[in-house]
């Protein structure tokens, strides 16, 4: 079941896109190393992409994903949070949701994780109160040996451009559905290009209830919170029980 409680329509669309890419700036000298700049919880944040990997490149809805992580603080306040993420790529988000105080756990495939690992530590040393953990992870079966239920229990799962026309969108889905526990918030940010996308929103809500947070037709991204059905709703970012919709 998906819910539309959030409407944006064109002025709050535009509005939105532009405060978003408003957070984003270019170095005004080039120097030996190329970055991208961004400005999120008060910080200059430097991003190194790596364009011979797809999964070192810096997608638009990682961005989406931390200007509304910073914005909403009143309702998704991530201090001392346990937060996954999954498919960290470039590491913004990982960056932006340490420097708000949480607890984040950074996966990705084993050849992105060297430029991740140096932008998360160039990003947060000596800037946040819990240093992040960068770590591989495969989706699917891979997922319940790194993560034994037993001792790893997260508030939120992040993901940014993770879905898009790649042959593991059920070993994706396997994974939610794994480490999103009863308590557990998933926040994910897609840019629709293909059908897969279509489909895969369709898919989550046969297992978890699914609401759009926000709807940029000018970016093509869209923003959705999902948690367990039959567990909990999430009305106004605060918990109740119910088997039915916030």
């Not at 918030?185 to 989550?204: G, H, K, Q, T």
């Not at 978890?208 to 039959?230: N, T």
Request: aromatic residues 10%; hydrophobic residues 40%.
């Amino acid at each position: 079941m998906i819910f539309f409680t959030v409407s944006t329509g064109p002025a709050v669309d535009a509005e939105l896109a532009d405060a978003i890419t408003a957070r984003q700036f270019r170095p005004s000298l080039i120097g030996p190393e190329a970055w991208e700049g961004y400005r999120f919880s008060g910080m200059e944040i430097r991003i190194k992409e790596s364009t011979d990997l797809y999964g070192a490149v810096l997608w638009p809805s990682a961005s989406v994903l931390c200007h509304f992580l910073e914005t909403n603080q009143d309702k998704y306040n991530l201090k001392d949070k346990n937060v996954i993420e999954l498919g960290a790529g470039t590491g913004l988000v990982t960056i932006v949701s340490s420097l708000l105080g949480a607890k984040v756990t950074s996966t990705d495939l084993p050849d992105v994780l060297g430029n991740l690992q140096y932008n998360v530590t160039r990003n947060t040393r000596d800037r946040c109160k819990h240093i992040p953990l960068v770590t591989e992870l495969v989706w699917g079966p891979d997922v319940e040996q790194r993560f034994p239920r037993a001792t790893h229990c997260f508030d939120y799962i992040l993901a940014a451009d993770v879905v898009y026309a790649h042959p593991y969108l059920d070993e994706l889905m396997d994974t939610f559905d794994y480490l999103c526990q009863e308590n557990t918030r998933i926040l994910w940010a897609m840019r629709f290009r293909l059908d897969p996308e279509n489909s895969f929103v369709e898919r989550v809500g046969r297992r978890f209830h699914v609401e759009q947070l926000y709807d940029l037709p000018s970016l093509s991204i869209k923003l959705y919170r999902a948690w367990r059905k039959g567990r909990r709703t999430e009305g106004g970012g605060e918990a109740a029980w119910s088997q039915s919709s916030p």
